[in-house]
Structures are given as C-alpha cells and as structure tokens.
C-alpha cells in the first residue's frame, strides 16, 4: 500500500510539473529558446537513465549507445517522411528497431568484459553511423531534413515512462539480478543467475529507449547528420551517467540537467566552451570523485537524518 501511495505521488508530482510548464509555454512566459532546452534535457535525460541500466545496474562498459540513438532518430525519420506514419507509431519503429539491434549486438558481445566490451559497443556505433553515411535514401552525408513533431509534451512523457520503467525493472527481481552481476558476476553465475541472459536484456531494454530518445531528437532539430551520432557522442551520454553518480538513476537525471543547462548557456561563448565546460567536469569531480550522487537516489538524501533513518 506504502509503495503504491508513493508511485501515484510521484505520478501526481509528474502531471503537476508538465501542466505548469505547458501553462508557461502557452501564456508565452517560456519563449522557444528555453522550450527547446527543455526538450533537450528531456532527450539527455532518456540517454542518460538508458544508458545508467547497462553501465550503473549491470555494471557492463558500453559506449556505443550513440549507435542505437542513431538507429531510433533515421527510423522513425523514415517513418514520418518516407512512410508517413502518425509521430508516436514511428517513435516506437526506431524504439523497437533499436531494441532488436541491441539485442543482435548483445548476445555475442556481452560475452566480453571491461574494454573489450567497450571496444565491441564502440565498434558497432561506428559501423551503423558509416551504413547511413552511405545510404541515399536517408540522404547520405548530406543528412535527412525533417519535419518538427516534437515537442515539450511528448518529450516529457517519454521521459517519464522511460524513468518509470528502468526504475520498476531495477527494483524487481531481474534488477537485483542485474544488480548482483555488477558486483560480482562470478558469484552471481555461480548462484544460479543466467548472467548472459540479464545482461542482454538490460541492453536491449537500454537500447530501446536510446531509440526513442533519438526519434525525439530528430523530430525536434529539422536535420538529422551521420556526424550527429560520431564516438564523442557515446562519450557525451558515458559523461552524464559518471558525473551523476554510477548506479543513481536520479543522479543521472541530475547531471542530464545540469550539464545541458550548462552547454546551453556556453553557446555564446564558442571560442572558450569547452575550455569553460572541461573545467566544470573536473571542478565537480575533484570534489565530488563518485559523482553528483554516488550510488544512493536523492530519496535516500532527504531521509538522510530523519528519525529512524540510515545509521553507521
């Protein structure tokens, strides 16, 4: 009952944060500009908490999920312009088509470990951002421009149910599972867990959402270019889920936001952006070396120090 009260709380909490922004866009009061950051942080923030189930729940090295996003962004392009499917059916095509290639790149990689697996992920993003460098029907290097179908209420949902889904999955018993394998997979394997098969499973569960967050990126930006979802990419999304804290599904979502409003802001700044933006990854570091959160969730923060709380 406990458990059930607090979800419908944090749905409640959900309805509330997008009707008062939907009522600030509407009145005028958020212009386009910050829309558009808002749906961009939403976009990160999908990267991120896929990305945090394969790297912080199962503890396997990834860099490859620019690949999958790619994979979601030209699908469901090709859905909208070429197949002409309503926005939320072609979503689901890159989502899905993403899923089943996480899964085709899951079961003979993940065999692997550390940075071999790293190397194997890094691998396949480059051979699918090459495929649509080379494919004429999608445009070719030139990229594919797009009609904007995005906006602030689908991306935030899609955030939502994204966080909704990784978050249930981390807490049931496939999560712990995952959870074991990421502390220790030989004892995990020797307790009887599948570890193959829950690891492939997180990367196809990861994978599928990287997909959504890419249909959602190519319908906000008009364009959509092979040289959008290069290695540094996968190096961008790996720099959110460390700097929020491996294994802190909010912590990801924190640094999703901090690092977007961050990046937005530097814009004007073009010649000392990443100068600006590499100082602040290694201020925050230095000073915070296991990431904004660690490994707790900012729930575990707000009991911290209540009566009955976490005790030494």
Known sequence: MKKSK????????????????QLLINSGTVNFYYENMLITICINIMLAVSLHLVIGITGQ??????????IGAYLSAIGTMKLEMPFITAI??????????????????LRLKGDYLAIATLGFAEIIRIVFLNIDYVGGAAGLQIMRQSSWGYAFFA??????????????????????????????DAMGINTTYYKVVAFVIGS?????AGAVYAHNFYIIQPTTFGFLKSFDILILVVLGGLGSLSGSVLAAIFLTVVTT?????????????????????????????GTKEIT?????????????
């Open 6 to 21: 607090v979800f419908w709380g944090y749905i409640v909490l959900a309805l509330v944060i997008y009707a008062v922004v």
């Open 61 to 70: 090295f990834s860099i490859g999920h620019a690949g999958f996003m790619a």
């Open 92 to 109: 689901l095509l890159g989502a899905v088509v993403a899923a089943l290639a996480g899964l085709l790149v899951g079961i003979p990689s």
């Open 159 to 188: 955030v939502v149910i994204t966080i909704l889904v990784i978050a249930n999955f981390t807490k049931s018993r496939h999560g712990r599972a995952c959870i074991a394998i990421r502390e220790d997979e030989i004892a995990a």
């Open 208 to 212: 599928f959402f990287a997909g959504v």
């Open 265 to 293: 802001y530097l814009q004007g700044f073009p010649e000392t952006r990443m100068i600006i933006y590499s100082l602040v990854l290694i201020i925050v570091m230095l000073y915070r070396p296991t990431g904004l959160l």
């Open 300 to 312: 575990d923060v707000f009991k911290f120090g209540k009566k009955g709380g976490s005790k030494l």
